[in-house]
Each structure stands twice: as C-alpha cells, then as structure tokens.
C-alpha cells in the first residue's frame, strides 16, 4: 500500500511539527471533537471485532481499495480490518464499514454476476502452476479472496473481478507458472487446465472440460484410465451409462468389447508420444509441450516410453 503524504489543513501535519494556522486549527478541531465525544458519548473507540467481521465479508467479493472507497475510510483501515489487524477503531469507523455494503452498489464494476466462468480460468491457471498468490498480485485482490474464488465457495463475483481473471486468463494461460507444488494440487483435485477449455463455452455453467477429445463417453473414461488424467465428472457418468446399456453383455462377451474400448483409447497415447516427439525436436522445453499438449510430463513421459519412435523399435530389434 502506499502512504499518502500529509497535506497542510489535517491533523496529522500538525503532529509531524507544521504551525501553519490552518494545520493548528486542524488539531484544534480534533480536540474538540474529542473532549465532546468523551463527555457527550463515552468512549470514542470501540471493539474491532463488527467492522473486522463485516470488512472481511465483504473482502471475499470487493478489493480493499474498493471497501475503503465504499466506506470513505483509509485504505490501510480497511486492509488491516480484513487482515484482523485492529483491535479498536473509532466509532465513526464502525459505522462507515457497517454500511459500506450499500454504498459498493454505485460503485462501477461491482454488479454481481455468474462466477462459472472465474472460478475455472482461476483453477486453469493453478493447474498449470500460479498459486494464489500469483493471482492474487495479477488481479489486484487479496490472496484469501483468491482462495475463495479456486474453492468455489462464492456463485457470483463481481464483473470487475470477471473482467481481471479473464484479462489474467488471456496474459498467463499459455506460459507456465513458477509453482510444482500447486499444479500438483490442481492434479489431485481434477482442476482442468486451459487446454481443457473452449473460449465460447468456459462461462457456460452446462459446459464441461475436454480433458482426452472425448469427454463425457465411455471411450473418454477409457482414455482417463489409460493415460492416468485425473478423471472427469462427465467421463464417469459416460462409463456408468455405457455399462448400464451393456449389462446384458456377460463373460467373454463383456470383456471382448471393454478390451476393444481400451484399445481405442490406447491410440491416444501413440498420439500423444509423436507429438511429444515433434515438439522436442522443436527445442521446446517439457513444460511447454505439457502446456501445448494438454497433460502432465509425467504422462507425456509415459506415453513415450510405451510408444517408442519407429526408429528406437528397428535399433532394438537389430541389436
């Protein structure tokens, strides 16, 4: 955050040694002020605990700079407040952040809208290696808000914070992120990466992510299950209704077609090895490919090591 300087006529200029009349008379009114507020209304100050509950409320969907705004406080009040920072705050304060919430309304960018479309290009992103950290300086919000955002605890967003993660969206999608340790989050919990997406539908809530081509049918499952991709909601309902269709198949029969699926699958892994291959004569680093190509480096490895270049095959044979 920055500090803005003190300017002549408030308080704190006055503090910092200035005798100008208009800063001795800022002081002046201040004491005032305050000797009436201690012999009219008590104490001036009061528990931080309401404004800290409301400011960091209101934290999971605005910025700091936008609560501040709203309320005509200071920034770093409004900071330290979602930060539990603050023990007590002045009266006026209190009252200001209790009634920030209305005021957010009239400020631009703070319409609510559908956070589909946020929280998947957030959690694309993490899948490819920002934290929520990255984030957070990307688009200018605090990092908790992010974490908010990526565990989807919040339907709807502000348009400005649609508008900063799609604009992060556009800038990161296709550059790497410095963190292993939360793409390998992202694995686990099955967050699909940009090339999992389609610009026209990521915003759409009944769209799904295309993690193998074929998402969302028995052949996808199969191609999850073959090259080890964290599998797909839609995938597993596919298999589920493939096999629901196919319970009248048993034995040999049943085991013949499911072999036969696999087998399709299979060929995705011999495509994702030549590509590999194209790619690395290109010069291209691992993390690129795996950008480029969809999936982890782990699974390109793999895949090339299943299927080898036709002329490691003839080497083997001739030796």
């Known amino acids: 955050m920055t500090l803005t300087p003190p300017e002549h006529g408030e308080r704190r200029c006055y503090l910092r040694g200035c005798r100008r009349p208009e800063c001795v008379n800022a002081n002046k009114r201040y004491c005032k002020r305050y000797n009436y507020d201690r012999h009219h209304t008590g104490r001036r100050r009061v528990d931080a605990a309401a ?39 002045s009266r006026t304060t209190e009252r200001r952040i209790l009634g920030a919430h209305a005021a957010l309304d009239g400020i ?59 604009a992060a969206y556009q800038k990161l999608s296709n550059t790497p992120g410095p963190s292993t340790r939360t793409r390998m989050r992202a694995a686990r919990l099955g967050w699909a990466p940009p090339t999992a997406w389609d610009d026209d539908t990521i915003d759409d809530p009944n769209a799904h992510s295309e993690w193998t081509g074929h998402c969302g049918t028995d052949r996808g ?51 994702l090895a030549e590509n590999a291959r194209e790619l690395l004569a290109q010069e291209l680093s691992w993390e690129a490919i795996s950008i480029r190509l969809g999936a982890d480096p782990g699974q390109i490895a793999a895949a090339m090591r299943k299927y080898p270049a036709t002329d490691d095959r003839q080497m083997g044979m001739a030796a």
């Open 108 to 166: 631009p960018g703070t319409a609510l809208v559908d956070a589909t479309g946020t929280v998947r290009r957030g959690r694309a992103l993490a899948a490819i290696g920002y934290d929520r950290n990255d984030l957070a300086a990307e688009l200018d919000i605090n990092a908790d808000a992010v974490g908010c955002l990526l565990n989807a605890k919040r339907r709807q967003v502000t348009s400005h914070t649609a508008q900063v993660m799609a």
């Open 221 to 271: 499952y199969h191609l999850h299950k073959t090259e080890h991709i964290p599998m797909c909601p839609p995938c597993e309902a596919g298999h589920q209704q493939w096999l629901a269709e196919h319970q009248h198949l048993k034995g040999v029969e049943l085991r013949s077609v499911i072999t036969r699926a696999r087998g399709q699958a299979a060929g995705r892994g011999a495509a």
């Open 51 to 89: 404004a800290t509950a409301e400011a960091q409320r209101l934290a999971k969907v605005w910025s700091y700079n936008q609560i501040a705004t709203a309320a005509g406080c200071d920034p770093r009040v409004a900071f330290n407040l979602i930060h539990n920072q603050l023990e007590n705050v």
